[in-house]
């Protein structure tokens, strides 16, 4: 991810920071606009801390967007978005045509 910030020039305006799900947020995170999560739902005994995190940098980042990309893959996908409902409010947006399959 740091390459591709540098390859693309964002150096300044791009920041990548790991987080690690329900451990606490880095005291260096920036104020962010936009949280682009890819991915991240496959695993569901991490369901709740992944949710947690989500919550903690939504608290920290007064008016952040999340972008949550992913591929319906099972019905725990369907557990995962019912934890996500407790704490947040979305709007899916869906493709007709998949850029993967």
């Not at 104020?31 to 903690?56: N, R, W």
């Amino acid at each position: 991810m740091n390459r591709n910030v540098e390859m693309n020039a964002l150096s300044d305006t791009v920041k990548v920071l790991e987080l690690n799900w329900g451990s606490p947020l880095p005291e260096d995170l920036p104020q962010m606009d936009l949280i682009l999560a890819a991915d991240c739902v496959y695993f569901e005994p991490a369901f709740p801390l992944l949710v947690q995190t989500l919550s903690k940098l939504a608290d920290a980042s007064e008016k952040a967007e999340f972008l949550f990309c992913y591929k319906k893959r099972r019905k725990a996908d369907k557990r995962f978005f019912t934890l996500l409902k407790k704490e947040f409010t979305w709007e899916e947006v869906s493709t007709k045509e998949s850029c993967c399959d």
